[in-house]
């Protein structure tokens, strides 16, 4: 674990921190709270912090954005 880890990872919750459960939230912001005050996270710490990213980064639902992009079809050549 690096304090540049740590930074992305805080970063990037930060978009999801209105979705975390009330014991989430108030976890996340006992670690942000560490992290602000330049303490490099424990072990535990950071397993907490990485399975908030983990939850909600790495498992999150992919939009498909293929409809977007075709061509509509012409039927008037029927």
Known sequence: MSYREQKKYFEILKRY????????????????KRHKDDEDL?????????????KYHVNREK????????????????
């Open 42 to 54: 424990d072990k535990l710490s950071f397993e907490r912090l990485e399975n908030l990213y983990i």
């Open 17 to 32: 921190e209105r979705k975390f459960d009330p014991k989430e939230r108030e976890d996340y912001k006992m670690l942000l």
């Open 63 to 78: 939009v498909n954005l293929d409809n977007l992009f075709k061509k509509p079809e012409d039927k008037s050549d029927e």
